[in-house]
């Protein structure tokens, strides 16, 4: 078993951080566990986030081969698999800016469906082209996902197995057909223009990378499976076991943030807590 903690250095690591962690950690048990930087949003990422994240890992007892991947190493993967769907007219350049698509879906046209999904508003496709354009794949649009041409090209239900718990109790074997994922996913950006890559795209590549065989990570990503097995059919990859885990709250029920420094691991630290505190914390 092949288990990863993937967090974004912009910020502490919090208590349901923590948690993720150390469950991933104690499920990998006698197989390998992985840390990896997920580091693409450049203008949100700090060195001194990164070094803390080692730094509190490694005092709650985990340990992970090194060196460790990080996001902004790979770019030029990342890169090569988008020309590669471009050339297949798996994506398209989104020429809308944010308020053209908001614009869209505040007056919908008729039969236009008007819904949100794990990424937000579903693109009402305002600038899809025809067909695919016979030009290099430009580097200064957003790209996003062709669902309906991806669709064509693969076989439906999509599968995928849940050893956790989706918010609604979603467990065991998970299936989804094409029109669920054109209604809850939609054509959604797998490049953005300021970073050459999304965290949908980023994460699929890296995990098959890494050959990850279980994907441990709390129940807020649930919904965004779906995107990332359609990912994976598309680009021949494998699709690993899923386990999605209950989020760690607030006193007041709300999940943590990491702007929730109250919760930030280096404070229960600074305050003489111990590793087994935490755990203890977290229900571990
Ligand atoms: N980097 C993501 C985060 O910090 C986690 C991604 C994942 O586990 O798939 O929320």
């Not at 490694?58 to 990342?78: E, F, H, I, K, N």
């Given at each position: ?104 879906m505040a007056a919908p046209q008729e039969g236009m469906l008007v819904l949100t999904g794990p990424d937000g508003l579903i693109y ?20 996003r996902l062709w669902l309906e041409r991806a669709l064509r090209d693969l076989t439906t239900p999509f599968t995928f197995t849940e ?75 494998p699709t690993p076991i899923y386990h999605h885990h209950r989020l760690i709250r607030d006193d007041q029920g709300r999940r943590l ?28």
């Amino acid at each position: 078993m092949i288990t990863r903690f993937a967090p974004s250095p912009t910020g502490p690591l919090h208590l349901g951080h923590a948690y993720s962690a150390l469950l991933a950690h104690d499920m990998a048990r006698d197989g390998t566990f992985l840390l990896r930087i997920e580091d693409i949003d450049q203008t949100r990422a700090r060195p001194e986030w990164e070094a803390q994240i080692y730094d509190d890992l490694r005092w709650l007892g985990l340990t992970w081969p090194t060196p460790v991947m990080r996001q902004s190493d790979r770019l030029a993967q990342y890169h090569d698999r988008l020309n590669w769907m471009w050339d297949n007219g798996y994506v398209f350049a989104c020429t809308c800016s944010r308020r053209d698509v908001l614009a869209a879906m505040a007056a919908p046209q008729e039969g236009m469906l008007v819904l949100t999904g794990p990424d937000g508003l579903i693109y009402p496709g305002i600038c899809r082209p025809a067909c695919p354009q016979d030009t290099p794949m430009p580097t200064d649009r957003a790209l996003r996902l062709w669902l309906e041409r991806a669709l064509r090209d693969l076989t439906t239900p999509f599968t995928f197995t849940e050893t956790g718990k989706g918010p609604d109790g979603e467990t065991g074997a998970i299936s989804f057909g094409a029109d669920e994922a054109l209604a809850s996913i939609g054509d959604v950006v797998l490049s953005r223009r300021d970073m050459g890559t999304s965290y949908h795209l980023s994460v699929v590549l890296d995990d098959a990378a890494q050959g990850i065989t279980h994907i441990v990570r709390g129940q807020d990503l649930f919904a965004a499976t779906k995107i990332h097995v359609i990912l994976q059919r598309l680009l021949g990859l494998p699709t690993p076991i899923y386990h999605h885990h209950r989020l760690i709250r607030d006193d007041q029920g709300r999940r943590l943030a990491k702007r929730d420094d109250a919760r930030a691991l280096s404070k229960y630290r600074a305050e003489g807590a111990s590793p087994g505190d935490i755990r203890q914390m977290v229900g571990l």
